[in-house]
């Protein structure tokens, strides 16, 4: 079975006048499917431009970036538009929705520009079962300032999904939240992961790799350390424990 | 992408910034309000011509007597006396395209009817004026050639002859005195009120030319000969033809001026044409202006607009827009504007060009094609002045624009 990313030796190189800068160096790894991976590292690590180049918004300089079995290195502009499109779905720590477009408009936002040609109750369609897997049907006519950090969030993870990729790459998705909300979304990232989708997430936050399957560390653009994590945690037993801490203080 | 949701994006990004929309469609509301307006109110003008002079009848040659110089004191055309009721016969009997010929007298006198008396212009004709001159009765017909022959005293009125001496009375048949001859009425002229020089057309008597020229006048030369020509193109043969026999029955030598002056109603028709020519240009360049004003207008808001939704841009082609996508997104966007801008100016330009007709009572008459190009035109523009902006917002780099804040 052709692993969902494949890297061999990817380099990307940045110049800026005389100075160049190595955010990428000599990475190779494998990632199959359904797998849920977490990389770290201190900023400046070279995470960013790893997300960045996975998520095929950028070209590696150096190496090779298998996607699918597809080598993306080589595509053009529009050829990774549509890459991006049909089997990536990003989940941002900004949640970058559009403002002023109602959570169901911003779902159905990759179908527009998919070749697929759906009619618009179909898009609705979609876009609506979209927004049940993250629990925000309800909420489908809201506008981005009527809901909260984690419901944004959560119709991002569904904007993500609508065109059904093989890959979920989010970036921080939990910076912006608080702890109780960030294991929430991590629960539904968890739920997603058992239904089989390859979920990539960069994170600096230790705990919250905790959730994933597989951590990989980098620093300095290399990949240091790459390990499967033991005792992984289960959102919905933290969300539990975190519920009876709650209580205790309360009756204290 | 859909171009149908395109456009439904694009109302609603124009939707959600009301005041700006409206402001940047200003300048071509306004553009295209004042063509508009003003082709409504050129055309009016140039209709009001046109009408004036197809009252004066289709492919009219007219023959003028040549001037008279006496003692150094030019009397100007018609006064030579040296056209002669001889030279319309001649004209009748040997020009075949000459179709309609009236020889034409032309003086004023005090006419009179029971008590009331007025001052008017008494014209000879030949009976086919009308025709030449497209001039219908409202009552009676024509006199006749019979009546040109015998010099019969039989006239026709104007409209205004009739309202000034018979009120409620049928003038048919009744006994009109011009310089105290007795003249019977035969017909009623159609009213064609003011001329464009503002005179009264409806002020006049039309008599056989020669019972003018032997009853009235007492002279034996004619002012003019109207000549119709069969069509268009044979006005130019007429006229040479008329040139030739009339040098020819007045033996001019070949070193001497013509002792005639020949007009056709094309000339007339040309000087009409180049006055709407003239405002044809003024308007297109005033509508040039306003629009590349208009345009700027929209180009500068665009690029504002580009620079202000940066992160939708960068969000859109994260998850899977191609440049073109965005570049049609802000295309659509500026004509949309544009076009919207230009519908709203049609639409003010026509109520304006009511106003001024109502109002200022200028006929004005509002082109289709002048709406039809004012909107191309007001689409184009927004294309054309969109097309920056637009390639711009496409270029950006998407992991660039996602970083912007």
């Known amino acids: 079975m052709t692993p969902v990313i494949e890297l061999?030796?990817?380099?990307?190189?940045?110049?800026?006048?005389?100075?160049?800068?190595?955010?990428?160096?000599?990475?190779?790894?494998?990632?199959?499917?359904?797998?849920?991976?977490?990389?770290?590292?201190a900023s400046g690590s070279g995470k960013s431009t790893m997300m960045n180049t996975l998520g095929c918004l950028d070209r590696p300089t150096g190496g090779t970036y298998l996607l699918d079995g597809i080598d993306v290195s080589k595509l053009n502009r529009d050829e990774l538009a549509d890459i991006r499109n049909r089997k990536i779905g990003f989940v941002f720590q900004g949640f970058n929705l559009l403002s002023r477009t109602s959570a169901i408009e911003n779902v159905e936002l990759p179908m527009l520009y998919s070749g697929k040609r759906l009619?618009?109750?179909?898009?609705?369609?979609?876009?609506?079962?979209?927004?049940?897997?993250?629990?925000?049907?309800?909420?489908?006519?809201?506008?981005?300032?009527?809901?909260?950090?984690?419901?944004?969030?959560?119709?991002?993870?569904?904007?993500?999904?609508?065109n059904e990729p093989s890959l979920l790459l989010a970036d921080e998705p939990t910076g912006n939240l608080d702890t109780q909300t960030s294991i929430e979304i991590m629960g539904v990232f968890q739920k997603l992961n058992e239904q089989g989708i390859t979920i990539i997430m960069v994170t600096h936050e230790l705990d919250i790799a905790h959730y994933t399957k597989r951590n990989i560390i980098m620093r300095d653009g290399e990949a240091i350390s790459d390990t499967l994590v033991e005792n992984r945690l289960v959102a919905a037993e933290q969300l539990r424990l975190l519920e009876e801490a709650h209580q205790a203080v309360h009756l204290a | 992408m859909k171009l149908a949701a395109t456009f439904l994006m694009a109302l609603r990004a124009?939707?959600?910034?009301?005041?700006?929309?409206?402001?940047?469609?200003?300048?071509?509301?306004?553009?295209?309000?004042?063509?508009?307006?003003?082709?409504?109110?050129?055309n009016g003008a140039t209709s009001q011509v046109e009408d004036q002079i197809a009252a004066l009848g289709q492919n009219v040659v007219l023959v003028f007597a040549g001037s008279v110089t006496s003692g150094g004191v030019r009397a100007g055309w018609g006064n030579a006396g040296t056209l002669k009721p001889r030279d319309a016969d001649a004209i009748k009997r040997e020009i075949p395209d000459a179709i309609a010929i009236s020889p034409e007298?032309?003086?004023?006198?005090?006419?009179?009817?029971?008590?009331?008396?007025?001052?008017?212009?008494?014209?000879?004709?030949?009976?086919?004026?009308?025709?030449?001159?497209?001039?219908?009765?409202?009552?009676?017909?024509?006199?006749?050639?019979?009546?040109?022959?015998?010099?019969?005293?039989?006239?026709?009125?104007?409209?205004?002859i009739q309202f000034q001496l018979f009120e409620d009375e049928d003038p048919l048949g009744k006994i009109l005195r011009i310089n105290g001859v007795p003249f019977t009425i035969v017909g009623v002229l159609e009213s064609r009120g003011l001329s464009v020089q503002g005179q009264d057309?409806?002020?006049?008597?039309?008599?056989?030319?020669?019972?003018?020229?032997?009853?009235?006048?007492?002279?034996?030369?004619?002012?003019?000969?109207?000549?119709?020509?069969?069509?268009?193109?044979?006005?130019?043969?007429?006229?040479?033809?008329?040139?030739?026999?009339?040098?020819?029955?007045?033996?001019?030598?070949?070193?001497?001026?013509?002792?005639?002056?020949?007009?056709?109603?094309?000339?007339?028709?040309?000087?009409?044409?180049?006055?709407?020519?003239?405002?044809?240009?003024?308007?297109?360049?005033?509508?040039?202006?306003?629009?590349?004003?208009?345009?700027i207008g929209i180009m500068n808001i665009m690029l504002v607009s580009v620079t202000e939704r940066t992160r939708e841009i960068g969000i859109r082609m994260a998850v899977g827009a191609h440049g073109r996508d965005i570049l049609l997104q802000f295309l659509i966007e500026a004509t949309s504007l544009s076009s919207m801008g230009g519908v709203i100016g049609i639409v003010l330009g026509m109520g304006a060009s009511k106003i001024i007709s109502l109002t200022a009572q200028w006929p004005t008459r509002i082109s289709p094609l002048s709406v039809l190009l004012s909107f191309m035109f007001s689409a184009c523009v927004g294309i054309f002045f969109g097309f920056y902006p637009a390639k711009k917002a496409a270029a950006l780099d998407p992991i660039e624009a996602l970083r912007y804040e």
């Open chain 1, 8 to 41: 061999r030796n990817l380099e990307r190189t940045y110049s800026s006048g005389e100075v160049q800068v190595r955010a990428v160096r000599d990475v190779s790894l494998t990632i199959g499917q359904g797998e849920f991976v977490a990389i770290m590292g």
């Open chain 1, 119 to 162: 009619s618009a109750r179909q898009m609705r369609e979609k876009a609506l079962a979209a927004l049940e897997i993250v629990g925000l049907a309800k909420r489908s006519g809201h506008h981005p300032n009527q809901l909260s950090g984690g419901q944004q969030q959560r119709v991002a993870i569904a904007r993500a999904l609508s």
């Open chain 2, 105 to 160: 007298v032309r003086t004023s006198c005090q006419i009179s009817y029971a008590s009331q008396n007025w001052f008017t212009s008494i014209i000879g004709e030949g009976p086919d004026y009308f025709t030449i001159r497209n001039w219908n009765f409202t009552e009676g017909t024509s006199f006749t050639d019979q009546d040109v022959r015998s010099s019969n005293k039989v006239c026709i009125i104007g409209a205004t």
């Open chain 2, 201 to 295: 057309q409806d002020d006049l008597v039309v008599l056989p030319y020669t019972s003018a020229m032997k009853r009235i006048m007492g002279v034996t030369n004619l002012r003019t000969i109207n000549i119709e020509a069969s069509s268009p193109d044979k006005i130019e043969v007429v006229q040479d033809q008329i040139t030739d026999l009339l040098r020819q029955k007045h033996r001019i030598q070949e070193d001497h001026d013509d002792d005639f002056t020949i007009r056709n109603q094309q000339e007339f028709t040309k000087a009409a044409t180049a006055t709407s020519r003239i405002l044809t240009i003024l308007v297109v360049s005033i509508a040039s202006v306003s629009l590349l004003v208009g345009g």
């Open chain 2, 14 to 42: 124009l939707r959600r910034n009301k005041m700006r929309t409206v402001l940047t469609m200003l300048g071509i509301i306004i553009g295209v309000g004042a063509v508009i307006a003003m082709v409504a109110i050129g």
